[in-house]
């Protein structure tokens, strides 16, 4: 398999400990290729998605993005996607965050194209099930 | 006079010319059959003339009564058919040149020979009967000047018996004329006014002097109406007096209302509870009441004595004394002013105080109606008030603080310390399954790297949360100058790295303030305007203090990055924010400084554009000292 052929997954926290962890853990799943790309704030993901085509794979690209980081938050990222309907069609959205706080819930609403919220701290087994999700 | 009768129809020469009545014989159709001289005389006729003619045709007679002329038939000078007159007398004139001459006819029948005719002997009476004329006129005018009176005039003895009465109408009688005149006043009236009455007659006779009562109307007919009752001896009669009786009526309701007005202006003057005080137009007391008493603690009379501005505030007589000549020259019609008055005891009292002039008919000022009001009591409730929602506002505003801060520690709770902590569990998850030795050490790595962070961050909230509970903090008097020599030491380094210029003006040298705060907040200005510089130009960073209104501001200007306001003010001083890319930042700073100067009630600010520097603004609370 080529790598035109492997899933993009995206992470975007500012958390560097975190990335490695996710990193890790993509590691150990098998079922198909994958291609990882971390990124510590949105506006360097913003300028990475710019630049690169991710919509010509095979697989949708997939998403997670953190609520809290420095220059742009995950709901201001949120806010900029939600205009580019090509994108948000093609591609999974989860936001992953430690907040349980009631205004984070309520914002969840906001953004229907949003499928799913992952709570830290998060096993490796949850992620494998939404990688394994197909749509 | 004596007139022979019997020898009237051959009057004797004697009659015929030295009486000096007139006479006349006449037949029965009134031809002259003979007259003497002085008939002649006074009708003025010559004798030959009358010879044969009639004398009712001759001389045109006229009525006493109302001067005009008979029918000549009529004239009593012949005799008619069923006349049967013995004798007759009646007054009859003549003009002679505009002018009447009256004269009292006798006229008797006679019978002589064939003959029956009438003798007329007459003479002047001009002069009566002008001068009875004359008193008819005067009688006439009287008449017309008594109805032309509004008054009842009566005539009465000294005894209270009517007599006579004059009245233009005779519906203000008590009684019909018939029905009162010649009978007394204590028939006719109540005791109560009679006998008084007569009392009042018999004075005026006795003393020759006029008398005055008045009274109200004893009949149902004209209940309710006053009247005067003057009694003026007639001295002619001597035993007469005139009553002169008028109605008063609206003159005593006008009199009872001015006295009725007078009694409430008095009951309001004197009664009030308002200090009330009439003054002259120099502001001398004519008269004060007792409620000014009170609240000046000055007797009536030593106020009597005093003008107004002998125990007013200095501060407050030359606005009273503008105010007052304004009032006079009729420029306002009242004021109001809060003012202070010295209180016989010595302490002053506030009073709202209003004064009114009071102008005369040709709108002279007469003199000023000053009422007075204590307001002390209300001028100190409205201090306490004051000062209670001062009180209450600074502790609504640390409670909002308050409540904001403990909505940042929920978020900084949800964030920076559920973040790092839900690392652990999962480096742990991995450490107990993986049997590769190199990722079992790197991830016991990361786990020592996120207990450190996690310790960092919980000393970090705990030094702000030692801000909020600041009852250790020490007030002492910073010097800006001083202090901010100290802050300049521990960036010397970068300073001169960064070929920085800093410039300071301290228009407030001093403040009353935690010296520690102070340094601190000192410190993470300047190192925010000496990390987040521009690469193009040299950092110049501008401090200064300035005196407020409510107290010293403190302004830290630089030529750096700036910051996208519009954006990132929200969170500008939110705890672990950081806004540039590519520096070394925790993002704790001005969440820290802001801590600390809200924690003591003060303010911090920014102005700032991307590229064009920024402005952080710190307003201090001082205590006082």
Redesign the interface.
């Known amino acids: 398999m080529n790598q035109e052929n492997k899933r993009k997954v995206i992470l975007i926290d500012d958390?560097a400990?975190?990335r490695?962890?996710f990193g890790?853990?993509l590691q150990g799943f098998a079922d198909y290729p994958i291609e990882f790309f971390p990124f510590k704030?949105a506006?360097d993901a913003l300028d990475f998605l710019e630049s690169h085509d991710i919509s010509t794979s095979s697989e949708p690209a997939i998403l997670f993005v953190d609520?809290?980081m420095?220059?742009m938050t995950g709901w201001e990222l949120m806010d900029i996607l939600e205009d580019r309907t090509d994108f948000i069609e093609q591609t999974q959205i989860f936001i992953i965050s430690?907040?349980?706080?009631q205004s984070?819930q309520e914002q969840l609403a906001n953004y229907p194209f949003i499928s799913g919220f992952i709570l830290?701290?998060?096993?490796?087994e949850q992620l494998y099930e939404i990688l394994r999700v197909r749509i | 006079m004596h007139l022979q009768r019997d020898s009237l129809s051959t009057p004797s020469a004697q009659t015929e010319c030295s009486g000096l009545e007139g006479l006349i014989t006449i037949l029965e159709d009134g031809s002259i059959l003979h007259l003497n001289a002085r008939a002649c005389e006074l009708l003025g006729l010559g004798k030959t003339e009358t010879k044969g003619k009639k004398l009712h045709e001759l001389i045109t007679f006229y009525s006493s009564d109302d001067t005009s002329a008979p029918v000549a038939e009529l004239t009593p000078f012949q005799i008619r058919p069923d006349d049967n007159r013995i004798h007759e007398e009646k007054i009859l004139g003549i003009a002679i040149e505009d002018k009447f001459k009256w004269f009292v006819f006798h006229i008797n029948p006679f019978r002589e020979e064939d003959k029956t005719g009438l003798q007329l002997s007459f003479f002047d009476v001009s002069k009566l009967v002008n001068q009875n004329q004359s008193l008819k006129d005067k009688q006439h005018q009287l008449q017309l000047l008594v109805a032309s009176l509004n008054d009842l005039v009566f005539e009465v003895t000294d005894t209270g018996v009517f007599k006579n009465y004059w009245t233009n109408d005779t519906k203000q009688l008590f009684y019909p004329p018939e029905e009162f005149l010649n009978k007394s006043l204590t028939e006719l009236f109540p005791a109560d006014l009679a006998i008084p009455t007569i009392q009042l007659i018999q004075n005026s006779l006795k003393l020759d002097r006029e008398f005055k009562m008045e009274f109200q109307s004893p009949s149902e007919q004209h209940k309710g109406k006053w009247y005067s009752l003057q009694i003026k001896p007639i001295h002619r009669t001597q035993n007469r007096v005139a009553l002169v009786i008028s109605d008063i009526t609206k003159q005593i309701e006008s009199t009872e209302k001015i006295r009725f007005n007078e009694h409430k202006f008095n009951q309001a003057f004197h009664f009030s509870g308002l200090g009330i005080a009439l003054t002259d137009l120099d502001g001398y007391c004519i008269e004060s009441n007792q409620t000014l008493t009170k609240i000046l603690g000055y007797s009536q009379e030593e106020m009597s004595t005093t003008r107004f501005s002998t125990n007013t505030h200095p501060d407050d007589v030359e606005r009273e004394i503008e105010l007052r000549k304004k009032l006079i020259r009729g420029e306002i019609e009242s004021f109001t002013i809060q003012k202070r008055y010295r209180h016989k005891l010595g302490h002053y009292v506030w009073c709202s105080v209003t004064i009114a002039a009071v102008f005369d008919n040709a709108d002279m000022p007469l003199f000023l109606i000053v009422q007075v009001q204590d307001i002390s009591e209300s001028k100190k409730n409205i201090e306490i008030l004051k000062r209670q929602k001062l009180e209450s506002d600074l502790v609504k505003m640390d409670l909002e603080t308050k409540v904001r801060q403990l909505e940042e520690f929920a978020h900084i709770l949800a964030h920076n310390l559920k973040g790092p902590l839900s690392n652990m569990p999962m480096l742990i998850d991995e450490l107990q399954v993986t049997k590769d030795e190199e990722v079992k050490t790197e991830f016991l790595n990361l786990l020592k790297i996120s207990t450190g962070q996690l310790t960092e961050t919980l000393q970090e909230l705990g030094d702000i949360l030692e801000l909020r509970s600041n009852k250790s903090l020490v007030f002492e008097n910073c010097d800006f100058l001083q202090v901010y020599h100290k802050v300049k030491q521990q960036y010397i380094e970068e300073i001169q790295q960064k070929n920085a210029t800093i410039s300071v003006e301290f228009n407030v040298a001093n403040i009353h303030y935690p010296k520690i705060y102070l340094e601190s907040i000192l410190s993470n200005l300047i190192s925010n305007s000496l990390r987040f510089t521009a690469k193009d130009k040299a950092p110049y960073i501008e401090i200064r203090t300035t005196l407020e209104e409510d107290g010293t501001l403190l302004t830290v200007r630089d030529n750096g990055l700036g910051i996208n306001l519009p954006k990132y003010k929200s969170q500008l001083f939110m705890f672990k924010k950081v806004f540039h890319r590519g520096f070394e930042s925790k993002g704790v700073g001005l969440f820290l400084t802001r801590y600390q100067v809200e924690s003591l009630g003060g303010k911090i600010d920014v102005q700032s554009e991307p590229n064009e520097g920024s402005v952080f603004s710190v307003k201090f609370l001082e205590r006082k000292q």
């Not at chain 1, 830290?120 to 490796?124: E, T």
């Open positions: 958390n400990i975190l490695t962890i890790y853990m704030n506006l609520i809290s420095p220059f430690s907040s349980t706080s984070d830290k701290p998060f096993g490796k």
